[in-house]
T-cell receptor, first 115, second 111 residues
Framework: DADVTQTPRNRITKTGKRIMLECSQTKGHDRMYWYRQDPGLGLRLIYYSFDVKDINKGEISDGYSVSRQAQAKFSLSLESAIPNQTALYFC??????????????FGPGTRLTVL | GQQVMQIPQYQHVQEGEDFTTYCNSSTTLSNIQWYKQRPGGHPVFLIQ?????EVKKQKRLTFQFGEAKKNSSLHITATQTTDVGTYFC???????????FGTGTRLLVSP
């Protein structure tokens, strides 16, 4: 089974709809992240969380909100989706305390299309 | 804010040719990581470099960290079709709270 899972994998929605993307992990990591990927722009950080009570904005948090329901779960919401939020969304985890290398482990991604 | 740029954005090579992608940060980095994303896949960690001037090799891949710790490169010798994908560099922000990813270089290899 995959260590980091995301649901749904694909979603098409309409402008103005509320959308929730979910991420779950079995790695036991404290740190979780949400990124969006757009062609030519790389991976941009939306929100990150170091534990259930610690949530921080990334570089492009406007129009998004998150919820850390448990150590293993981190959800991303688009309260009122707009077309320029069409992108590939990735969840990732890391645990720097376990070693010197703070590599991030990514989920399979959610492709979101807003019409 | 901190920015990490990569060049080229895209490169198409014939199998057997060499390939290099360059990563430049607007700030000095404590370390740099490299990830590979296969088409339709997710980024996967390749390596981390920490020391100034450090060079590491993984089979046909050679990674370098610049002396000033503001730039890095990934060189692939004799590309294969399995090298196809997008390569990202990433460095921690000043507070070590998050990674700032580069813009990525997409590599296409024709047989």
């Amino acid at each position: 089974d995959a260590d980091v899972t995301q649901t749904p994998r694909n979603r098409i929605t309409k402008t103005g709809k509320r959308i929730m993307l979910e991420c779950s992990q079995t790695k036991g990591h404290d740190r979780m992240y949400w990124y969006r990927q757009d062609p030519g722009l790389g991976l941009r950080l939306i929100y990150y969380s170091f534990d259930v009570k610690d949530i921080n904005k990334g570089e492009i948090s406007d129009g998004y909100s998150v919820s850390r329901q448990a150590q293993a779960k981190f959800s991303l919401s688009l309260e009122s989706a707009i077309p320029n939020q069409t992108a590939l969304y990735f969840c990732a985890t890391s645990d720097p305390d376990r070693g010197r290398i703070d590599e991030q482990f990514f989920g399979p991604g959610t492709r979101l299309t807003v019409l | 804010g901190q920015q990490v740029m990569q060049i080229p954005q895209y490169q198409h090579v014939q199998e057997g040719e060499d390939f290099t992608t360059y990563c430049n940060s607007s700030t000095t980095l404590s370390n740099i990581q490299w990830y590979k994303q296969r088409p339709g896949g997710h980024p996967v960690f390749l390596i981390q470099l920490v020391k100034s001037g450090e060079v590491k090799k993984q089979k046909r891949l050679t990674f370098q960290f610049g002396e000033a710790k503001k730039n890095s490169s990934l060189h692939i010798t004799a590309t294969q079709t399995t090298d196809v994908g997008t390569y990202f560099c990433a460095g921690p922000n000043t507070g070590f709270q998050k990674l700032v990813f580069g813009t990525g270089t997409r590599l296409l290899v024709s047989p």
